[in-house]
């Protein structure tokens, strides 16, 4: 059999690059059956999902590809807040050793979200902020969970979205509740307590909005975020990693070129990990047929891997669910067609799209530079 110089074009690529296919879905070679943790691995990563439990518990053929495609998993709500304390003296595990369980069964490590996030506090939580004593809730909180997860937890978001410059801090902090219980120096008080609590964990800073070269207010936020990171490793606080959502936009143009290369050398210069957490592509507004959208998501999906991937310091990749079947998209951004939403690698039905043709070549081309 002869084989073809890498990365010579095959009359089929050819014709399909023509179509405007990027080259890395039109290589026959990814027509291969699709293992996507293992064409991670391979590249020095870990590709996983965000799960609900009863998805997995009660989809048998979702439960099989999530264990083919994923060697990393996150609960997408079973470990935040208002899942885990229903009441100041209680925590309710349950959903979260649910998810806990899957992960065994995959044989695969999780990573946590979130310690402390603005959004999903149960209103008790936020009565304890205002009258209570805020540190002592705060730590009891993520030391009860991390030491509960420790070994099975790899690597926590520990503190979710604290930028928000809108809030016209000059640090740029967020007025969480968190902050306006405590100050800035929550994070610090997180951080300790949940590298107190494993010490093996990787702590990371999770947030949105740090994706796009040519959105002002990204830009501005990518400034912010980084002095935030500096003060934080100046001060010796533990922190390992930060974790950008990756919640990609449909209807903008790929965006992801020298300054989000820049940004992620000075993340990694910093000593920190680059994680990519919630990665999905809205395609509300994407216009076309299924074919014409999905081609949209799939070259969204490449590009913006094509820099994340090419910064040595990336670590992980996790989308924000692994099929169309079941993704929060549906409910948070329909479409005003009322089509069903395509954000993810998989559709409904479990096929791969081109999208994890994306994410098989992105994963392949990091191998391929070594
Ligand atoms: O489980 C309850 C159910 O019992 C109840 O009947 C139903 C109706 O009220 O609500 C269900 O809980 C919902 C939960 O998702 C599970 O479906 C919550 O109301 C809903 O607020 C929650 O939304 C989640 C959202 O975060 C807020 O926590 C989404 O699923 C989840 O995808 C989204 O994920 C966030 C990340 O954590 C942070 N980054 C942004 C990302 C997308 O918004």
């Known amino acids: 059999m002869t084989r073809s110089r890498p990365g010579a074009q095959t009359p089929l690529t050819r014709r399909a690059v023509a179509a405007g296919l990027p080259l890395a879905l039109a290589t026959p070679a990814l027509a291969q059956p699709l293992r996507l943790a293992a064409l991670a691995q391979r590249a020095g990563l870990r590709y996983g999902t965000a799960i609900e439990p009863q998805t997995v518990e009660s989809d048998p053929a979702f439960a099989s590809l999530v264990l083919d495609q994923c060697d990393l998993i996150t609960a997408e709500n079973a470990l935040k807040w208002n899942a885990l304390r229903p009441d100041r003296d209680h925590f309710d595990f349950a959903a979260a050793d649910r998810v806990a369980a899957f992960a065994r069964r995959a044989r695969a490590p999780m990573h946590g979200h979130t310690l402390v996030w603005h959004e999903a506090i149960p209103d008790w939580a936020i009565h304890q902020l205002r009258s209570g004593d805020p540190r002592a809730l705060l730590v009891d909180h993520i030391t009860t969970v991390v030491r509960r997860y420790a070994g099975r937890v790899v690597s926590w978001d520990v503190i979710n979205e604290p930028v928000e410059r809108n809030d016209r801090r000059p640090d740029g902090l ?36 740090l994706e796009y070269d040519d959105i002002g207010w990204m830009v501005e936020k990518r400034g912010t975020m980084l002095d935030l990171l500096r003060g934080l490793k100046a001060r010796g606080v533990p922190l390992h990693a930060l974790a950008l959502q990756g919640h990609l936009l449909g209807d903008h143009p790929p965006a992801f070129g020298a300054g989000l290369a820049a940004f992620l050398r000075e993340v990694a210069s910093l000593g920190l990990a680059i994680y990519v957490t919630e990665l999905d ?53 329909p479409r005003p067609d009322h089509a069903p939403v395509r954000p993810l690698p998989f559709d409904a039905d479990l096929r791969p799209k081109p999208a994890a043709r994306s994410l098989a070549a992105a994963f392949s081309g990091r191998t391929a530079r070594g």
Not at 196 to 203: E, I
Not at 311 to 318: K, M, N, S
């Open 281 to 333: 592509v809205n395609d509300q507004n994407i216009l076309g047929d299924i074919a014409q959208r999905d081609r949209v998501v799939a070259d969204i999906y490449a590009r913006f891997l094509r820099t994340v991937l090419a910064e040595p310091a990336t670590q992980i990749v996790v989308t924000w669910g692994l099929s169309d079947r079941y993704t929060s998209k549906t409910d948070f951004a």
């Open 174 to 209: 967020r007025k969480s509740p968190w902050f306006e219980a405590l100050g800035p120096g929550y994070l610090e008080i997180a951080l300790r307590a949940a590298h107190a609590a494993d010490p093996n964990a990787r702590l990371a800073i999770a947030d949105y909005g």
